[in-house]
């Protein structure tokens, strides 16, 4: 029993785990006002009938704060790659000088900002559900253990394990949605 006891454990905290992975990928994708290469994590051009990550095509770098370059290995692919960042709709218009896509990337504006922030917020809302499901699970499994003879002390002791893990992956989302959102709101 005490082993079902610790999977259980060991299944809420990876859990979690994997919800804040999950957080932390969508907030790298919401665009700060710094060029990054991994801006163009979700763009796929079209090369050779098959959709292939742009990573997989190209060399993606950073020119300085407001400038990616892709310089492609082919250079016969870089109108694909161009309608490839289009198609991705991320706001950025590729210029092609024939060797290399260039993408300036705008200033934010201030209403786009908060835009960005009710957008990391509500992914941090995700990952708080997800978490809480979590916690809801495993209570659930606790429960079928209850009933299958698990002592009232170690039900009581275990609920306060799970809860002490969900009040620690929550607080680590309000974290980084904060991180996120005053790197949002630096101009």
């Known amino acids: ?24 990928a969508e907030l790298e994708k919401v665009r700060a006002g710094r060029a990054t290469p991994s801006m163009l994590d979700s763009v796929s051009v079209e090369y050779y009938g098959a959709m292939t990550p742009l990573h997989q095509l190209a060399n993606i770098n950073t020119m300085d704060a407001r400038t990616i370059t892709v310089q492609p290995w082919e250079r016969g692919i870089l109108d694909a790659i161009a309608t490839g960042i289009i198609n991705a709709n991320l706001g950025l218009n590729p210029q092609n000088n024939g060797e290399m896509i260039i993408l300036n990337v705008p200033v934010l504006t201030e209403e786009r900002r908060k835009d960005l922030v009710k957008k990391v917020k509500a992914e ?37 394990k799970i809860q002490t893990l969900t009040d620690a992956a929550v607080k680590r989302c309000d974290e980084l949605a904060a991180k996120k959102e005053a790197d949002i709101m630096t101009i």
């Open 1 to 24: 029993m005490e082993e079902e006891v610790q999977l259980l454990l060991d299944e809420a905290k990876d859990g979690n785990e994997k919800t804040i992975n999950h957080l932390t």
């Open 124 to 160: 941090v809302e995700h990952a708080k559900v997800g978490i809480r499901n979590n916690r809801k699970d495993a209570n659930d499994y606790l429960k079928k253990l209850k009933t299958d003879g698990l002592p009232e002390d170690r039900v009581k002791d275990v609920e306060t």
